[in-house]
């Protein structure tokens, strides 16, 4: 017999091997999106073909089904690793004017004496993000909610771009350097808790993660007990709500006096 | 007739000292994540010498060591001088190149992916170059693998094709279109993202891509070390193959069913169907089908060298068998972990036993069992028994071999039944260090302390190997005559056509590529609005 009369019928082995291939994939279709479909009790379908497409993976919107009300604002900021990746010195020079109106608080060269975050050298995209939530009224405070209320999209993405022009000067909480202390480096794997260091700098940054060295150790103390409570809820999927629920108190007090104890100039250069 | 022997060698040396460098990063991982070890202030460090050991065991040591022996079983078995040597170096240079393009990021840090990608990870661009050149490189070689053997038919209308070179020429078949997944994972997906030309990455659609390559690339791996079952240790322990039609029929259920199965990796994955779900697991039950095959032949193959020995009774021949011969030993071995290995995989494929163990240390226990110990072992079975023909010298201690060889097996099995069992108790793999010190997990810390042990016997084993090796190039010269594959009892004069030709498997297996991945690949790529923002490593 030559190659050619090996794709035909005549062929014993072309009629056996297509044969069993063909047998097994029916067989397994059929069990796997007709069969087994409707030997799941809890699972209700309409007919034959609804089944089968349940089982292909095929997308369904369930008209019957409303989404629940949200109570409070969930954030809406989508932020890419390219979110005001390039600023021009115009918008820089726009934002400084705007971040005047910051001064009294984040302080006049971005660094603060009033346990408000330094925005000094802080990442675009963080900036960026917190006034566009605290605009929408995800994040809400008394004092900074009235501030951001009322800007626009250009001006929140100029400020951010300002403030990360800044260079990170030595914070005013002058305490002794602390040791990493174990949350911030290997988190507690145990209760699902990922090292701060590995999103917040001293290990890695991730998109949308502040650099946290130098910040005020009242301000971030308040922010995971925020976070851990469900007062603030501007966080994407919940990422830090689940860790702050998860930290004990102690780590809580660990994590924000280690960050609070380091000089921003040793935030890891990545840019 | 070895003629191109310092291609062949170049291959050997490349993959066993790219596999001594990865081996000694995989010894130093487990130390230092054990409780023996002080927990690592960067877990970054982790994952990138993890990068670095996937990166090479999973796609540069088992592709060389394939293309080495490849060359060696088309030129020994069709007894014809290799067509398109210079090609043959270009595919290993640019193997090489890849190699070394890929091991510099991976080394600074900036591609701490692990070898499976990872998305929506995305590390640097020269990391995914340096794979593209890898794989393009193995690519060459499955272009001459085809075209040797086509030469070799023209010279030799209706001969049966040795199966040596019909099992070689299989497996090349069948990393060149598994390959495929991967590739088009890396083009579509990841190096647009890594070259900044896209930020955003549909990453169900990138592992669904990936798991088209992950599953057949084990038995990509697997063909040189069942090539070496049927036709090289028969021969070596002074018996023959038992049949040589059941040899063809293992190797083209392979091609056909090793395919279409990947889905089994993406069992807890939303973004897949249940129904194809169910297929994939079906088909992969089917993949034991020609492991078992083989291992009734090789069986009844080993007892005809034992009878022929003088063995007798039921199972009294198995005194008969030549165990101080190294074949032997690397067999057996060989053959007891692909047992345990085997039935962790039926374990692995079963939709539902499988979520008990998803993403444990059970599943590195798995691979490493399977690859690391049955693949790997006979990797260095082929190299003994091959290193004489192509140095033209001997290698004389028989013994250190065989020591060589029983650290291997019992290393491996230190090394992976203590991560088999941490692995039901859930310890998740991927980890750069685990808190011993919680009482949840200290329990598990005798067996972790186990398995490092078990790591550097295997550490041992493979410094051994190489020394071995090395040795054997300065050992006194000898004529080690023609190199030979075993004969089979019945030894094929004709050979139906389809089992002398891969036309038609191949055609099958791409038919039920289509079937399987069909819809669940289109799904997702027309579907849109599956994207997500890409992680850069290392980048704010």
Redesign the interface.
């Known amino acids: 017999?030559?190659?050619r009369?090996?794709?035909t019928f005549g062929?014993r082995?072309?009629r056996i091997?297509?044969g069993i291939?063909l047998g097994?994939?029916i067989v397994?279709?059929i069990?796997?999106?007709v069969v087994?479909?409707f030997a799941q009790p809890w699972v209700q379908f309409a007919n034959v073909w609804d089944a089968?497409c349940?089982?292909?993976?095929?997308?369904q919107r369930a008209a019957s089904v409303t989404a629940p009300e949200q109570t409070k604002r969930l954030s809406e900021v989508?932020?890419?690793?390219?979110t005001l990746a390039r600023p021009n010195q115009e918008a820089i020079g726009r934002g400084a004017t705007l971040a005047q109106r910051c001064a009294i608080c984040h302080g006049p060269t971005g660094v603060s004496r009033a346990d408000s975050p330094n925005l000094a050298g802080q990442?675009a995209?963080v900036i960026y993000k917190e006034l566009h939530d605290f605009r929408s009224g995800a994040r809400s405070n008394a004092v900074m909610s009235p501030f951001a209320v009322n800007l626009t999209e250009e001006e929140i993405a100029d400020i951010s771009n300002y403030y990360a022009y800044l260079p990170r000067l030595p914070a005013y909480h002058p305490t002794p350097q602390l040791p990493?202390p174990n949350i911030v480096?290997?988190g507690?794997?145990?209760r699902g808790i990922a090292?701060c260091g590995?999103c917040h700098g001293s290990?890695?940054?991730?998109?949308g993660s502040p650099w946290l060295e130098g910040q005020s150790e009242a301000y971030l103390k308040a922010q995971l007990q925020a976070l851990a409570s469900g007062e603030r809820r501007n966080d994407i999927s919940q990422q830090m709500r689940n860790i702050a629920r998860a930290m004990t108190p102690q780590e809580v007090e660990a994590a924000a006096a280690y960050y609070a104890s380091q000089p921003p100039d040793v935030v890891k250069a990545?840019? | 007739m070895l003629v191109n022997r310092k291609l062949i060698l170049a291959h050997f040396w490349f993959a066993f000292a790219v596999f001594g460098v990865a081996l000694t990063l995989g010894a130093w991982q487990m130390f230092i994540r054990s409780p023996i070890g002080t927990w690592l202030s960067n877990p970054e460090l982790y994952y990138r010498s993890l990068t670095a050991h996937g990166t090479v065991m999973g796609y540069v040591f088992p592709t060389l060591v394939a293309m080495g022996f490849g060359y060696a079983i088309s030129e020994s078995a069709l007894e014809q001088r290799l067509v398109g040597v210079r090609w043959a170096w270009t595919g290993f240079w640019l193997i090489v190149l890849g190699s070394i393009m890929a091991v510099i990021p991976i080394a600074l840090g900036r591609a701490s992916v692990l070898y499976t990608f990872y998305p929506p990870l995305i590390g640097n661009l020269f990391y995914y170059l340096g794979v593209v050149l890898v794989v393009v490189g193995s690519w060459i070689w499955v272009a001459l693998m085809a075209i040797n053997l086509r030469v070799w038919r023209k010279a030799h209308p209706d001969a049966p094709v040795p199966l040596a070179m019909f099992a070689n020429v299989a497996g090349s078949y069948l990393w060149a279109w598994t390959a495929v997944g991967a590739a088009l994972e890396l083009l579509l997906q990841i190096i647009p993202v890594a070259a900044g030309l896209k930020n955003t990455i549909d990453a169900g659609l990138a592992r669904i891509f990936f798991s088209w390559t992950l599953h057949a690339i084990v038995y990509f791996w697997l063909m040189p070390t069942y090539i070496a079952y049927y036709t090289i240790v028969p021969r070596a322990i002074g018996g023959r193959v038992y049949s040589d039609s059941m040899a063809r029929i293992s190797f083209i259920l392979f091609l056909v069913v090793a395919m279409p199965i990947g889905m089994h990796h993406t069992f807890a994955d939303p973004q897949v169907g249940a129904g194809f779900k169910f297929i994939h697991s079906a088909f992969t039950a089917l993949v034991a089908l020609p492991t078992l095959l083989t291992v009734f032949t090789i069986c009844a193959s080993v007892e005809i060298a034992a009878r022929l020995r003088g063995g007798r009774g039921l199972f009294g021949w198995i005194r008969a068998l030549p165990w101080d011969n190294p074949m032997m030993l690397a067999l057996a071995f060989s053959f007891v972990m692909l047992g345990f290995g085997g039935a962790g995989g039926l374990i692995n494929m079963s939709y539902q036993l499988d979520a008990s163990i998803h993403n444990t240390q059970w599943i590195t226990g798995h691979f490493h069992l399977i690859f690391g110990g049955a693949i790997v072992i006979m990797y260095f079975a082929i190299a003994y028994d091959l290193w004489p023909h192509l140095t033209g010298r001997e290698l004389v201690d028989v013994r250190l071999i065989r020591t060589q060889l029983w650290l291997w097996f019992i290393g491996m099995i230190v090394t992976t039944f203590p991560w088999h069992w941490v692995g039901i108790l859930g310890m998740p793999r991927r980890m750069a260090y685990f808190d011993f010190g919680d009482p949840a997990i200290a329990p598990q810390a005798l067996s972790v302390t186990f398995s490092v042990i078990g790591g550097f016997i295997l550490l041992t084993s493979g410094i051994m190997f190489i020394v071995i090796l090395a040795r054997g190039m300065r050992a006194p010269q000898v004529d080690a005559g023609p190199y030979r594959f075993a004969l089979a009892v019945h030894q094929p004069t004709t050979v139906p056509v389809a089992l002398n030709t891969h036309a038609l498997w191949v055609a099958l297996m791409i038919a039920l590529t289509l079937t399987n991945y069909g819809y669940p690949i289109l799904n997702l790529a027309l579907g849109g609005g599956t994207s997500v923002p890409a992680v850069y490593v290392g980048a704010q």
């Open positions: 017999m030559s190659t009369d090996l794709f062929n082995h072309f091997g297509v291939v097994m994939l397994t279709a069990a796997g999106f087994l479909p089968i349940s089982a292909a993976g095929v997308p989508v932020l890419t690793s390219h990442y995209a990493k480096i290997y507690a794997p145990m090292p590995a290990l890695d940054n991730k998109t990545v840019d």
